[in-house]
Structures are given as structure tokens and as C-alpha cells.
């Protein structure tokens, strides 16, 4: 069985990437090389996802927009709007409705194997790991391994 992916923003926004620094060209290919070789995961995502490429002014906007038309979207079920209060009660994720909580949320509460971001602030980040575990423990939710495109790559792995 493949494992479930859930797709958050980043991902198709830095597939569409158009600055040239360094680290955005990293990114970038990062993200394509994962994004092109990805047979042996389930991508998924959301409605906040596809609200946040549409409200978004950047290079390629549709472009991303055209990479998750056809992924699976997620339930945005009952409980979620429970586990984003949750998570912003205990300062685990800034308050913002359609922001980190719902992504985090949403991978949790549908057993995502992995949430696959560039945002290393409030998502990708080993130091929040921790609490992030201890959270979702105590709401009885599923701990989805929060990873960037470079971590998941195969030849990496």
C-alpha cells in the first residue's frame, strides 16, 4: 500500500518557483524531483490548499493550481475545527484559521503518513516535533512525519 501524502501549499509553490537565489533554486529542483518520481505515494490535499493558491499573487499560479486538480481532498469533518483550537490554545500553531493548524489537522485526523511542506517554522521543525507528538497523543490523533520534498526523495532515503 502507498503512503498517503498530504500536500500542503509550499509544494506547489515552489514547484512553480521563479526566484533565483540559491536556496530557492534548491527548493525548486527539490520539489520537482520529488513531485516527478512520486509513483510510490498517494498525494492528497485540500480545500484550504487550493484557497490559498487562488487567493495568491505569484509567477505559475496556475500552474500550481493545475498540479493538485486532480489529487484527493480531504474531509474538512466536524472534529477538525476542535483540533485547530486545540493546537492554538497550547501555542503549538499561530492562530489563523486557514493556516498551519487546519494543514497539521487535516493530516492527523485523516492517518496522512507524511505532511510534505517547505514551511520548516511552524510545520517542518524538529523542535516542535515533540510537542506536536504529545498533542495529537492526547487528542488520540495520528502523528503524520512532517518532511520536505528533499527528505523524501528516494535517493535520499
Not at 485540500?46 to 484527493?72: H, N, Q, T
Not at 505532511?115 to 498533542?135: D, E, Q, S, V, Y
Request: glycine letters at 4%.
Amino acid at each position: 500500500m502507498r503512503k498517503r501524502v498530504y500536500i500542503e501549499t509550499s509544494i506547489p509553490s515552489f514547484y512553480c518557483e521563479t526566484r533565483e537565489e540559491p536556496d530557492m533554486v534548491a527548493r525548486r529542483e527539490w520539489t520537482r524531483a520529488w513531485w516527478d518520481t512520486r509513483l510510490s505515494y498517494e498525494p492528497v490535499t485540500s480545500d484550504a490548499v487550493r484557497y490559498e493558491l487562488e487567493r495568491g499573487d505569484f509567477p505559475g499560479k496556475e500552474d500550481a493550481l493545475a498540479m493538485i486538480a486532480d489529487l484527493l481532498c480531504l474531509e474538512l469533518a466536524e472534529e477538525i475545527e476542535e483540533i485547530i483550537e486545540a493546537y492554538t490554545a497550547h501555542k503549538l500553531m499561530p492562530v489563523d484559521p486557514l493556516g498551519d493548524a487546519l494543514h497539521l489537522a487535516l493530516a492527523s485526523f485523516h492517518r496522512c503518513d507524511y505532511l510534505l511542506t517547505w514551511n520548516c517554522r511552524n510545520l517542518a521543525n524538529p523542535n516542535k516535533f515533540g510537542h506536536i507528538r504529545i498533542m495529537n497523543g492526547m487528542l488520540g490523533l495520528f502523528v503524520p512525519e512532517l518532511v520536505t520534498p528533499y527528505q523524501l526523495l528516494e535517493e535520499f532515503r
